[in-house]
């Protein structure tokens, strides 16, 4: 007699290939436990699907009802009522008064990609209503994050009555208020977490505030933008607004912006996020958009871009003009319409881009020091605070995240100015909310300003409470480190020889993407095959060659491993045979197609045969 998979027992599923220490550190575990397996087994018959497809689905916690919609999402199915979101009635109608009455609107944006995405995506639709709006990005450096009374000033004086903030806004309940005592009315789309005290503003569109009960919490501010501008447009069709001389805007036409402001602010690719993207990423392979071609063209992505891409190659640069350049050059390329300006501009981005690297770079070096100094041979520290006054604020998430990934703690990297105020960036891991810390930091006198999300922060503060700022943190996140760090696990999705990593396989498990933050790469082992080639390439990656038993060969990359745990390990086992785990990546190049393996781990196998389950 079989059990059905409800019936099954849970336990914890044995370490994968008997891996339970990688030369890394890492315990290699299968995704699926005994139910899991079940559901994959029963998915794969139900809908007639490739094992590992399966497998993969199960082990995203797929229900079998659920696999159809989750291999082709579509918005039309997840789109909730906007009005499920607070106050977004009170926004919808307040724009749709400024498109009838032809105001001048003054959109307040971020300069980072979500807050670049949501301000073009704004833009667009007012233009398309025929206003004129103003956009003000603020300069990371002299104004920094969010908006401020002097910008707020700027913006009334050049006639605006609308002052629309996207991305931000939230905890800004002084510039505001100054902005209502201007005549101003303020509209806020933001997704930034919130406290109990809240600006008085017209409307304040966040699913992360504490009275919204829409769940649409893990929404980028691009795609709260989106929604509300479904309800603007619902709003303007309700009162006779649309016309042939002035049609309704396709905002699925627009999907370009969603999916990269989604991607590039980390947020989670599950529900209507997933949709997004799977969908803005159909709409970017058309290169029918003129900013994000230009984009892709100095970014030399020739193939079909990848939720990756995303991340990895258009983001830091859109990102680039905010961190080390002029503020607003991101929105600017979004909105261009001149297929040479918009070039230019990209290309103005993509210098900006490699400038940043190399500040970057010694940045990075410098508090990687810092850290290791202050953590010091026994390794207790629970968070990483570094600072100083010679980094370029615009590179200081960039550090921070850097610091997050070597050492699997939390990290801020804080830029010290002259006037004895530092502004800096944290990275949090899995299961530390980093954002509520940052906040409780400033209600208590620690911090100038703060705020985010449980990922990453933004800080403000005094020269002089930085020990304080330090220990506060030690002492606010220890628990929930040590928690969060004690499970050093690597998730395998399944196993495969060299011979069997093809296009083809690349290309079936994709149906399950797009890939990124909560519907994570899949993760594949190679049982046993040796390390013929590794040797270092480009910018501290390892290129890496591995056959299997029957001579087979697969190429693979090392991001970033040189001087890393992962890079010594390949680099003193060459010739040996080794456990491989990674993700698989299709390469294109002069027109032909090659999947690699992007290395993530490796481990001595044991001496007894490994099985390919």
């Known amino acids: 007699m079989s059990l059905a998979a409800s019936a099954l027992p849970v336990e914890a599923p044995p370490a994968f290939l008997g891996v339970t220490h990688s030369l890394t550190g890492k315990l290699w575990r299968d995704r699926l436990d005994a139910r899991g397996a079940a559901r994959a087994l029963a998915i794969a018959q139900r809908h007639q699907l490739p094992e590992m497809l399966a497998r993969l689905l199960a082990g995203r916690d797929v229900a079998i009802d659920a696999v159809l919609d989750f291999l082709d999402p579509t918005i ?64 990371r450096i002299f104004e920094g994050y969010g908006p401020n009374v002097d910008a707020v000033r700027a913006l009334a004086g050049k006639g605006a009555t609308l002052l629309v903030t996207v991305d931000c806004g939230t905890t800004s309940l002084e510039p505001l208020a100054e902005a209502r005592r201007l005549g101003m009315s303020v509209v806020v789309i933001d997704h930034h977490q919130a406290g109990s005290e809240l600006p008085e503003v ?85 290169r029918d958009h003129v900013g994000h071609t230009a984009l892709m063209d100095v970014a030399r992505l020739n193939g079909p871009p990848e939720a990756w891409h995303l991340g990895f190659m258009l983001g830091p640069r859109i990102n680039a003009g905010g961190r080390i350049g002029l503020a607003d050059l991101g929105v600017r390329l979004l909105l261009e319409g001149d297929v040479s300006e918009a070039a230019r501009i990209a290309a103005e981005l993509d210098r900006l881009n490699s400038e940043r690297r190399v500040i970057e770079q010694a940045a990075e070096a410098q508090a990687e020091a810092e850290a290791l100094a202050s953590l010091g041979f026994e390794d207790k520290a629970s968070v990483i605070v570094t600072a100083s006054e010679g980094w370029h604020p615009g590179v200081v998430g960039l550090v921070a995240a850097r610091l997050k990934e070597k050492f699997a703690r939390p990290a801020f990297a804080i830029a010290l100015e002259p006037g004895g105020v530092g502004t800096g960036s944290g990275r949090s891991i899995g299961g530390v909310d980093l954002g509520k810390a940052v906040r409780q930091a400033v209600v208590d006198g620690v911090l100038v300003k703060g705020g985010g999300h449980a990922m990453a922060a933004g800080v403000t503060l005094r020269k002089e409470k930085l020990a304080e700022f330090r220990a506060y943190m030690e002492t606010a996140l220890a628990r929930d480190v040590a928690q969060s760090r004690h499970v050093n696990e690597l998730l395998i999705d399944g196993a495969v020889s060299a011979r069997g990593v093809t296009v083809e396989l690349a290309t079936t498990l994709n149906r399950a993407g797009p890939f990124g933050s909560g519907n994570p790469e899949p993760v594949l082992a190679l049982p046993s095959h040796q390390l013929v080639y590794a040797d270092e390439v480009g910018q501290a990656h390892l290129r890496l060659r591995f056959k299997s038993g029957d001579g087979a060969v697969v190429n693979g990359i090392a991001f970033r491993s040189v001087g890393q745990k992962l890079g010594n390990a390949l680099i003193e086992h060459r010739g040996q045979a080794l456990h491989v785990a990674g993700s698989l990546a299709v390469d294109r190049y002069q027109g032909t197609e090659r999947v690699q393996l992007r290395v993530l781990d490796i481990a001595l196998p044991d001496q007894g045969p490994a099985v390919i389950r």
């Open 76 to 139: 039309r199915k997840l789109m909730p009522d906007p009005f499920t979101v607070t106050q977004m009635e009170a926004a919808a109608k307040r724009i749709a008064d400024a498109a009838i009455r032809r105001e001048r609107v003054a959109i307040f944006g971020d300069y980072d990609v979500d807050g670049a995405t949501s301000a073009a995506l704004l833009a667009w639709h007012l233009r398309h209503c025929g206003l004129d709006p103003l956009i003000h990005i603020p300069d």
């Open 202 to 286: 017209d409307a304040l569109v966040n699913p992360n505030r504490l009275d919204d009960l829409s769940g649409l919490g893990y929404l980028a501010a691009v795609g709260l933008t989106l929604i509300t501008l479904v309800a603007v447009n619902r709003e303007l069709r309700a009162r006779g607004f649309w016309s042939s001389e002035m049609p309704e805007p396709d905002l699925m036409g627009m999907l370009h912006h969603v999916a990269l402001g989604t991607v590039a602010d980390v947020a989670p690719l599950i529900g209507l996020n997933r949709a997004f993207v799977a969908k803005g990423l159909i709409a970017m392979r058309r």
